[in-house]
């Protein structure tokens, strides 16, 4: 199998449709030396002199009638999968499980709107939600996830990524909290106050304690939890101060009241970097258009909370 030429099999078909070498020369756009060059290739590789001359003209054998239908079935199906395709995708009848990796947050505050939103557009669709507890390539290049959302840092060379949105930080207090009680929040107030922090990992000091350090403050973290929705729920009960990006608190999606109640937002009195959220996925499922739809859905969501993106 090794020395076949899979193009002989096209040349087959057309030789066995025209019954003609010059025919079917004009109609490959080869020289008549050349087609009869490769009609003696075909009978060397099938044993068989396929066509012979009779009269003026070329009749096949019987072993050539007997392959004439099959040879070109396979041809038209060679043709159909090596062609572009351009079969659209029924999003309706759509059945599949579609695997997304992202952080708490993102799952707690996007995860409704984006079930909603794929629900209604096709319900056999099953969405399976990953933990994100590192931002370790293997799991898209294995196909064991299918997209990832978060802050890209150090992504794999060859992953395909696209920028859902830009986000930053704010500060969450209960409401009543002395720190909003009349007086604008200075770094000084902000860093005297006990903090509950987002971390999962040793070291919990963010930006923030950089900028805080730059003006020689020092915040006091009292807390460490591992989401933003365990962050805003103690400080929803406590004097506890929370940080968390802004879409925590609902912004252009359907409101959480259940998350949020109780709890006033304040803009940090220190600048702290964007964050960019961006989908991961691998380039072999570039072409794919289901994936290609489920990007679609995950981007439109992000542009209605953030439509300035």
Not at 63 to 69: E, H, M, N, P, Q
Not at 94 to 110: C, H, K, P, W, Y
Request: charged letters at 20%.
């Amino acid at each position: 199998m090794e020395n076949v030429d899979l193009n002989l099999l096209v040349a087959l078909d057309v030789l066995l449709a025209e019954g003609s070498v010059t025919a079917a020369a004009r109609r490959l756009g080869l020289s008549t030396s050349a087609m009869s060059r490769t009609l003696t290739r075909l009978r060397a590789a099938t044993g068989d002199p396929l066509l012979v001359r009779a009269g003026r003209g070329l009749v096949p054998t019987p072993y050539a009638a007997s392959l004439r239908d099959r040879v070109h079935a396979l041809t038209r199906e060679v043709q159909t999968t090596l062609r572009p395709r351009n079969d659209p995708l029924d999003v309706a009848a759509l059945e599949r499980t579609f695997t997304i990796r992202a952080n708490e947050a993102f799952i707690q505050f996007f995860s409704v709107p984006l079930c909603a939103a794929i629900a209604e557009a096709s319900p056999r669709v099953r969405l399976r939600f990953a933990p994100k507890p590192n931002k370790d390539a293997a799991p898209l290049r294995e196909g064991l996830i299918d997209l990832e959302i978060g802050v890209i840092k150090s992504a794999a060379p060859e992953m395909r990524s696209q920028l859902l949105f830009h986000d930053r930080f704010v500060g969450v207090v209960r409401t009543g909290h002395a720190l909003l009680a009349g007086r604008s929040v200075t770094a000084r107030r902000y860093a005297a106050c006990r903090h509950v922090v987002v971390s999962r990992k040793a070291n919990v000091a963010g930006p923030v304690d950089d900028a805080l350090e730059a003006l020689g403050l020092h915040r006091t973290i009292s807390v460490v939890v591992p989401a933003h929705a365990d962050a805003m729920r103690l400080a929803s009960h406590s004097d506890l101060v929370a940080l968390v990006p802004s879409f925590c608190l609902g912004h252009g999606l359907a409101n959480h009241p259940a998350m949020t109640a109780g709890l006033q937002s304040f803009e940090l009195p220190v600048h702290t970097p964007e964050i960019s959220i961006s989908a991961l996925w691998h380039p072999r499922m570039d072409a794919d258009p289901a994936h290609g739809w489920l990007r679609q859905m995950v981007t439109s969501l992000c542009r209605v909370a953030y439509p300035d993106a």
